[in-house]
């Protein structure tokens, strides 16, 4: 490497390969979290014979091979390269991406990142991307016959502020195909080898690495409709907050006008709006077919996000993210404050089932957050917990915590659903979208349930076995 910078320096000439990497070293910071990368496998045993996940050898290199050994997998079932941060708690922005593969150009690449939380929007919440391996720039071929590939953020379909959870290479799932794949760099640094496959169970409602892999026909018909409903006994001002650009390769509404158009803009834009509401008066959003979709929209109430301010927060009809992994999502966040109680109804209608982050806890009834921290209450996100069971970044409001929701009220910084489930959120399948996301506003924060001097179960089950 460092020759090639030294005949950069000296305006040698280089091959494209070269002055390529050139290029990304200069736009990409050199010291990032170490990232390590592991072949997984999602069906109902770790034996199955409808996939080959391993390393490889051929006597010049050991790449990953990637088989698919049945013609009728279900679509809940596939495998693939699992990367991921070394360390939770200290999580990538991708700016870049290389590999070398070779087989079917149609994997996907999809990638489980996070917004960076600030004191508009404290949670960490889950997004998704998802693109082809064809979608990257090529290279070069090697004489063994893999392609170099690279992909910037923007290729990925990234914000250009970023926290990475996870980027899943996956090959098509229905029918017989191989893929190879080596020498993974994220934002030029090498991605550390793993050699043993993970197993993922789809037993008893379990998901892969990156959620359920839908099976996608056409487009949705039926698209997720949100109501907005005073119930308190008294005025209250209403706020939505949307983002300035959708993220890329997506289709999102810009102007809250174009989901309530009794709302009035703000003087910066339509990006953000408020109306007030009357005791019992509602709001209603219901799009004709195929939307475009509505991404990290924030609905509160007094005031606009800020610190303080309790945030009701969804991501719906945003198939466009990935047809196969994008999921609609749904959560209450006191991560920056809490002025406010209010409650998500996901009960009328259709559409997938929810579910909290890694299946660990269906749906059952409406949630709401209430007066105080939020610990281990389902759908919330705790004050400061900015992911949930811990906290991602530097303090946004302030505030460190020293509980979130984890097993016992304690910080686990790797989430996982037998150790540390997270049920911060409720999320489903953005390619089977429908019913009614109902948000009410129940006034000032409200105490926490009691019975005979006992907290009611609000709380998560235990960890899984």
Not at 13 to 30: C, D, K, R, Y
Not at 207 to 223: E, I, L, N, R
Not at 287 to 303: D, K, T, V, W, Y
Not at 391 to 417: A, L
Request: glycine share 8%; hydrophobic share 35%; with cysteine.
């Amino acid at each position: 490497m460092r020759k090639i910078v030294k005949g950069i320096v000296f305006g040698t000439v280089l091959s494209v390969w070269s002055m390529s990497l050139w290029q990304m070293v200069n736009a990409t910071p050199q010291a990032m979290p170490a990232m390590v990368s592991k072949p997984f496998i999602v069906a109902d045993k770790p034996d199955t014979p409808e996939f080959v996940s391993a390393v490889v050898s051929n006597g010049k290199r050991s790449p990953y091979l990637f088989r698919g050994m049945s013609n009728q997998t279900s679509p809940n079932k596939y495998n693939g390269l699992l990367i991921e941060n070394e360390t939770a708690e200290n999580p990538a922005t991708v700016s870049t991406l290389d590999l070398e593969y070779k087989g079917n150009a149609n994997s996907d690449i999809v990638v489980n990142y996070n917004r960076v939380p600030s004191r508009v929007q404290g949670a960490a919440h889950l997004a998704t991307a998802s693109v082809p391996l064809s979608a990257g720039r090529v290279i070069s071929t090697t004489a063994d016959g893999f392609k170099k590939v690279s992909f910037t953020a923007q290729q990925l379909g990234l914000p250009e502020f970023n926290a990475i959870q996870k980027i899943a290479v996956i090959p098509p799932s229905e029918g017989r195909s191989k893929l190879q794949v080596d020498s993974v760099r994220v934002n030029f640094a090498e991605v550390n080898k793993v050699m043993n496959a993970l197993f993922f169970t789809v037993a008893g409602g379990g998901t892969g690495p990156v959620g359920p892999k839908a099976k996608v026909k056409g487009s949705p018909a039926q698209p997720t409709d949100v109501m907005v409903s005073n119930n308190s006994n008294q005025p209250v001002v209403a706020w939505l907050t949307l983002p300035t650009v959708c993220t890329p390769n997506s289709q999102c509404i810009l102007d809250v006008k174009q989901i309530f158009p009794e709302m009035t803009c703000v003087a910066g834009g339509c990006f953000q709006g408020s109306v007030t509401l009357n005791p019992n008066q509602s709001l209603k959003y219901r799009p004709a077919a195929n939307p475009p979709g509505i991404q990290g929209a924030i609905l509160s109430f007094e005031r606009a996000p800020d610190c303080g301010v309790t945030n009701a927060e969804f991501t719906v009809n945003n198939v466009s993210q990935s047809a196969q992994f994008a999921q609609e999502t749904v959560n209450l966040s006191v991560v920056n404050g809490n002025n406010a109680s209010i409650k998500f109804d996901l009960s009328q209608g259709g559409g997938a089932k929810w579910n909290t982050n890694f299946g660990t806890v269906a749906y059952q009834k409406p949630f709401q957050n209430y007066a105080g921290d939020n610990l281990n209450v389902i759908g919330v996100f705790p004050k400061g917990c900015t992911n949930c069971s811990f906290q991602t970044g530097p303090p946004v409001c302030g505030f460190t915590p020293s509980q979130c929701s984890g097993p016992n009220g304690t910080i686990c910084t790797n989430p996982d659903p037998n150790t540390c489930p997270q049920y911060c959120s409720f999320q489903r399948p953005a390619s089977n979208p429908g019913g009614d996301v109902n948000i009410y506003y129940l006034g000032p924060p409200q105490p926490m349930p009691t019975k005979n001097g006992k907290l009611n179960q609000i709380l998560s089950p235990s960890p899984r076995n």
